[in-house]
């Protein structure tokens, strides 16, 4: 029963607890589970999603609930005026557990305080995305075998970009050998990402060329630079397409880098990578179902 609003809510330990989880349920994709049957789960999107919103629906039906929720505020009540804070008290009313996606800081943990089930953060404002960060850690814990020596660029909107924050959050509660984060000087990471790390006596380095220290790294974690999170659209236009990995800049890099995107991508990524073992991001959205399968039967039923 418990609230899922920020990774830095969370410990080690008890990450590594939902990998065992998660790889129990990878193993056994192909089952159908009761494990939440009589269970509804409601999905809250009031911001599109693709890949976050279908894959806790299936999450939630492989665990044998039933789903019910909308994927933006369009055709509900709160076109009608309704507040934020009564449109979760009543998904409270009809269902057990609540995932919200928002484009408001801090909606997920101010819904978490209205309702009385259990909330959890499918990604609001420009910081938290926790399940997200969740899947990148369990994505490189199952490609390397570990997170901890391992030396990361997170690459692209450090300012705007929730998924890269919840994932620089996530990797400072294990022990990176240094993070490289790499920005234009517009959309370098925030304060309080950067007080988070020095914190937990991170190693890290601030960056704007990504050839720099592409061959001194073993994960690229990149991001797109989102026009919708900018306040001033001009602001949009002075970094757009500011990093663009392709083969040609990977003749630098360790040939067993990977290569993980939060995704959607635009054009911050060649297409030709797509084919290579480079690319991790497929695999990485692949386990999403099962990383959220352990997620809501950890909070649902503490199975």
Known sequence: MRDVISITDFERKDLEYLFEKTDYFLNNLDKKFRILEGKIVSLAFFEPS???????ETAAKKLGADVIGFSSAEGTSVEKGENFADTIKMLEAYSDLIVVRHR?????????????DPVINGGDGKQHHPTQAMID?????KLFGHID??????????RYGRAAASFIYGLAL????IIYLVSPPLLKARREVIEF????????????????VISDVDVVYMTRVQKERFPDPSEYEKVKGSYRLDLKL???????????????KVDEIDLEIDKTSYAAYYKQAFYGVPLRMALLTLVLSGE
Do not use: C, M, Q
């Open 104 to 116: 408001f800081e801090g909606a997920a943990r101010f819904a978490a305080e209205v309702s009385e």
């Open 250 to 264: 990977l003749e630098r890099a360790s040939k067993d880098l990977k290569i993980l995107h939060p995704l959607p």
């Open 149 to 158: 020596g391992l030396r990361y660029a997170v690459v692209g909107d450090l």
């Open 174 to 177: 294990f022990r990176p050998s």
């Open 137 to 141: 850690l369990y994505t490189i814990y």
């Open 197 to 212: 790390l020095k914190s937990r006596g991170v190693r890290f380095e601030e960056r704007e060329d990504l050839g720099e």
């Open 50 to 56: 693709t890949r976050t919103r279908l894959s806790f």
